[in-house]
């Protein structure tokens, strides 16, 4: 532990110069007429070398998919690696990322393993960050080909070149059934659904994207009564 007396900002909070620590007290004091911040106090704090030392360096890289513009579009991170990590580890990278997905890459036989983890948990299929992840082997690592192909725990995804930072990804089919709305539901999703159909999750479908937009959904309610991914949808203008 350092301390911070050189340090005029420290964790977001000012320090002055003539404050100082009271040994009797264990209380810290500013000079006559400094305003005084009470509770709030700062420590730099090192890292043990071993643990900086056992602690890999990953590429880590954010892309925007979907968009045409900067600042848009669907945000990814995507992490190359030379070799997987422990579970917990690829988590921790994720929670601190704080994106809703972020995708670890690794070379594997003619292609590459992806893997996606939210900042909660690893999740099987993610479509925005396997295109942030094309987009990073293709134009960063300098892949080829016109196609490649990622092994995931949903089968193998191809991702095909189709122009300048432009991609056609081919996914697994999941067909949707149409059932009966779960009790309580409708209520939870909100607005005027014009009907509901199953597969690994729920798909919800209405009239037009304003509806969607105008959505004000019970996400509690909803992770109560349809535990999973629950998804809405309307025709394309």
């Known amino acids: 532990v350092e301390r911070f007396e050189e340090w005029p900002w420290a964790n977001g909070c000012r320090f002055f110069a003539d404050q100082r620590l009271d040994p009797r007290t264990r209380r810290w004091h500013v000079g006559e007429g400094m305003p005084s911040f009470p509770g709030m106090f700062g420590l730099r704090v090192r890292k043990p070398q071993a643990l900086v030392a056992s602690s890999p360096s990953v590429a880590i890289f954010q892309v925007d998919a979907f968009a045409d513009a900067p600042f848009a579009g669907n945000p990814a991170a995507v992490c190359v690696l030379d070799q997987w990590l422990a579970d917990a580890h ?25 893997r996606w983890f939210t900042p909660a948990c690893e999740v099987e299929l993610c479509g925005h960050a396997t295109l942030a992840s094309a987009h990073v082997v293709f134009e960063q690592l300098g892949w080829p080909h016109e196609t490649l192909v990622f092994a995931s725990r949903s089968g193998p995804l ?72 629950v998804i809405v949808s309307a025709p394309a203008p």
């Open 90 to 114: 690829l988590q921790a990278i994720a929670s601190e990322n704080n994106l809703s997905e972020t995708a670890f890459v690794v070379r594997e036989g003619e292609g590459y393993r992806i």
């Open 158 to 229: 191809a991702v095909r070149r189709a122009g300048p930072d432009r991609y056609v990804l081919d996914f697994p089919a999941k067909p949707a059934r149409a059932i009966e709305w779960p009790e309580g539901l409708r209520e939870a999703v909100g607005g005027a659904p014009l009907a509901i159909a199953k597969a690994d999750y729920f798909l919800v479908e209405y009239a037009s994207a304003e509806e969607l937009a105008a959505l004000r959904p019970d996400f509690a309610a909803i992770a109560r009564i349809a535990p999973g991914e």
